[in-house]
């Protein structure tokens, strides 16, 4: 307890010294105590960092920058969640730069070899310098004996000792987010408790390079037929939870457009199938690349799309898929009404609310689109207005398709650099268009029947016991003993548990620590 508050300590620091704090405060007053306490702790801080010509996420992320890995990672996290910091904070954190020095090589290859085992390791050779270094890992290129032939490859490495420090900083913040939300209340609205929770799920999985390789592997598999899309191959034995090894990219950053023209590739084709396998892959597959900014695509001589970094992924269900491509195509058709009567059928608004009213809406988003020139017409700027408009209509939007909608923009940024007058619409709408003929066609309606039905038949024999289940669980509901709220996040509610059980000393410990902190400094 006493090492997770001073770990505590050292954070608050860290946050008034780096003019994190400043930021916060401009975005958001503190209490008059929290005031007094940053400021004594801000003692030594460099005059220079506060910039008055900067907004405060500029400020935030620069803050951040200087503050280290995990810091970077939370401003990264919240980067993608507009529905808990805002949009306008939002996109200033997606400037964030994931970029700290290396450690050295003698370092990588010591990991590299106890990892694999000293068999594998002697068919490594010409391990280069680092060519990239992140907050968790740093990439290497290498050459493989794999079944009696050298492979050009890339190793990401992950950091010496990066989850030792993970873990200890969110545990940290963990018990910071619930001091913060249980002494004012006004502050459970930011969900503190639950963005340290998620942070703690994103990084656990990204700190397992397994993971990333599964991710990989399966985009592979998805698009192994796809023309235009080439996902690099994972090499499994030289893969482990710290390195992954895949294929060697051969192209050229996609940022680099006039290198592209000289190897001869069509541009506008480019920007066209960009946009059109992202949207493939989302409503067909459910599964798409989810960090898709220039940094991590590449073009290669053929003008294939070769994606890098696949930390981040984005999954839609079924039913995300069919509302994100019926609300779409609708916009394109202009058939408000039908997309209303989208997202009712989806449960996603209130039924007693006026599908009338939804449909006008919905018309003042799209109206405005059509009327703008085709280089300003954009499918994720679209998907923002919606959410911000289902929002009065006390709907939640679900963060995959915020992720979806985040990475629609870039996708779309992207496209546009290449060929400036791309539209966006005319490119979308025969991906959209196919994949609702398929989904309607005889073909897909009797799939769905009949594997609807064979399940039905499978859960018969449970059915008397289901029946009890449920007998039971009305008679514990009508007697107060059961709360609708069971479905929740059991891992989050156990992390509550944790640092509830502290409840009684903390205080005496937040000020004891304080007084020798004071003392010491």
């Not at 995990?70 to 939002?90: M, S, W, Y």
């Not at 020095?101 to 106890?114: G, R, S, T």
């Not at 070769?306 to 058709?333: S, T």
């Not at 499918?379 to 992720?403: D, H, R, S």
Request: proline fraction near 4%.
């Amino acid at each position: 307890m006493l090492k997770r508050i001073i770990k505590l300590f050292q954070i608050a620091r860290k946050l008034s010294t780096s003019g994190a704090i400043d930021t916060i405060k401009e975005i958001h007053p503190l209490p008059t105590f929290l005031n007094l306490f940053f400021d004594i702790l801000s003692i030594g801080k460099n005059p220079n960092l506060i910039d008055k010509h900067k907004n405060p996420g500029e400020k935030l992320c620069i803050a951040l920058q200087g503050m280290g890995t995990t810091f970077i990672k939370l401003g990264q996290f919240l980067a993608t969640r507009p529905d808990i910091i805002g949009e306008d904070l939002a996109k200033s954190l997606e400037k964030l730069q994931d970029k700290v020095p290396a450690f050295n090589l003698h370092d990588a290859k010591k990991i590299i070899k106890k990892e694999i085992g000293e068999n594998y390791f002697k068919d490594i050779t010409e391990i280069s310098e680092p060519i990239a270094a992140a907050s968790i890992a740093q990439v290497h290129l290498a050459k493989i004996n794999h079944e009696g032939e050298y492979k050009e490859v890339a190793i990401k490495i992950l950091r010496p000792d990066i989850e030792k420090l993970f873990n200890e900083e969110l545990d940290a913040l963990m018990l910071f987010a619930y001091i913060i939300e249980n002494t004012f209340s006004k502050a459970k609205r930011l969900k503190l408790i639950e963005v340290v929770h998620l942070l703690r799920e994103i990084t656990n999985i990204e700190m397992d390079l397994r993971f990333e390789a599964a991710a990989a592997n399966e985009l592979f598999e998805n698009t192994k037929t796809d023309k235009g899309f080439v996902v690099p191959k994972i090499y499994w034995n030289y893969t482990t939870k710290k390195i992954l090894t895949l294929d060697k990219v051969e192209g050229v950053s996609i940022r680099e457009i006039e290198k592209i023209r000289k190897l001869g590739v069509d541009l506008k084709k480019l920007a066209e199938n960009l946009i059109q396998l992202f949207l493939t892959h989302a409503v067909r597959d459910g599964f798409f690349h989810g960090d898709m900014h220039q940094g991590n695509l590449f073009v290669d001589s053929k003008g294939n799309v070769i994606p890098v970094d696949f930390g981040i992924m984005g999954r839609l269900d079924k039913n995300n898929r069919r509302f994100l491509a019926e609300i779409l195509y609708g916009f394109i058709k202009r058939d408000y009404v039908k997309v209303a009567e989208v997202h009712f059928q989806a449960g996603l608004v209130p039924q007693n609310a006026s599908k009338e009213e939804f449909a006008q809406a919905l018309r003042s988003v799209g109206e405005p689109i059509f009327g703008q020139s085709i280089k300003d017409i954009s499918g994720g700027n679209l998907l923002a207005q919606l959410f911000e408009i289902t929002e009065k209509f006390n709907m939640q939007t679900q963060p995959p398709l915020l992720l979806l909608q985040k990475t629609m923009v870039v996708v779309e940024g992207v496209a546009r650099k290449l060929y400036p007058e791309t539209n966006i619409w005319e490119v979308s709408k025969p991906v959209l268009e196919n994949w609702l003929k398929d989904i309607k066609s005889p073909r897909s309606t009797i799939d769905t029947a009949i594997n609807t039905s064979s399940e039905i038949l499978k859960r018969i024999p449970e059915l008397p016991e289901l029946m009890d289940r449920a007998d039971h669980a009305l008679k514990l509901m009508s007697e107060g003993k059961l709360s609708l709220a069971v479905g929740a996040n059991k891992n989050l509610e156990l992390e509550q548990m944790k640092i509830k059980n502290f409840r009684n000393n903390i205080i005496i410990s937040f000020f004891g620590v304080v007084i020798v902190f004071l003392l010491v400094f």
